[in-house]
T-cell receptor
Framework: GQNIDQPTEMTATEGAIVQINCTYQ??????LFWYQQHAGEAPTFLSY????GLEEKGRFSSFLSRSKGYSYLLLKELQMKDSASYLC??????????FGAGTILRVKS | GAVVSQHPSRVICKSGTSVKIECRSL??????MFWYRQFPKQSLMLMAT?????????EQGVEKDKFLINHASLTLSTLTVTSAHPEDSSFYIC?????????????FGPGTRLTVL
């Protein structure tokens, strides 16, 4: 079966760093994606990992360990606008995305 | 960047009516599009994969006769919710994969909020 786990909620302070973890057990693996979704809006693409290691993109970085079935999204210099839901999604061998339930991040001043 | 649009953004309809939602890739061609449904405070659930020129592939538990999908061209897929009922009220989101270029990423539309009275 397909199983993707992420924490339900996290709270962090403006200017700080936060790490959102994601573990997965899927029948196939062809990449892991992180999306940001504000309430009532569609997800926007943040990052993509297919090989082990760290991908950095400005204030956002994403890490993947395929042997451990583990990824994290790292957000630096948090801003209030980063308050959103962060979705971890695994792409199976057929291009379909399986989404985790999402982590609601609240950034407080 | 790759832009996907959906129309309408919101729709309210009476129980028993049918509603059509359009998904368009504006600046790229997409052989494959996906339709998702998202209930409040839940994640996206894939409903079906829409392939241009062929029948859609539905996920387990999704009624193909209720959720009609037509991928008429390389830039347009439509989802028709037939005989809608209140339990069909949800946020429907489509995504598209470019046929060329960056074929690794799904680009999402802005979603359609369906409310069935």
């Amino acid at each position: 079966g397909q199983n993707i786990d992420q924490p339900t909620e996290m709270t962090a302070t403006e200017g700080a760093i936060v790490q959102i973890n994601c573990t997965y057990q899927t029948s196939g693996f062809n990449g892991l994606f992180w999306y940001q979704q504000h309430a009532g809006e569609a997800p926007t693409f943040l990052s993509y990992n297919v090989l082990d290691g760290l991908e950095e993109k400005g204030r956002f970085s994403s890490f993947l360990s395929r042997s451990k079935g583990y990824s994290y999204l790292l957000l630096k210099e948090l801003q209030m606008k980063d308050s959103a839901s962060y979705l971890c999604a695994v792409r199976d061998t057929g291009n379909k995305l399986v989404f985790g339930a999402g982590t609601i991040l609240r950034v407080k001043s | 960047g790759a832009v996907v649009s959906q129309h309408p953004s919101r729709v309210i309809c009476k129980s028993g009516t049918s509603v059509k939602i359009e998904c368009r890739s504006l600046d790229f061609q997409a052989t494959t599009m996906f339709w998702y449904r998202q209930f409040p405070k839940q994640s996206l659930m894939l409903m079906a994969t829409s392939n241009e020129g062929s029948k859609a592939t539905y996920e387990q538990g999704v009624e193909k006769d209720k959720f009609l999908i037509n991928h008429a061209s390389l830039t347009l897929s439509t989802l028709t919710v037939t005989s809608a009922h209140p339990e069909d009220s949800s946020f429907y989101i489509c995504s598209a994969i470019p046929s060329e270029g960056n074929t690794d990423t799904q680009y999402f539309g802005p979603g359609t909020r369906l409310t069935v009275l």
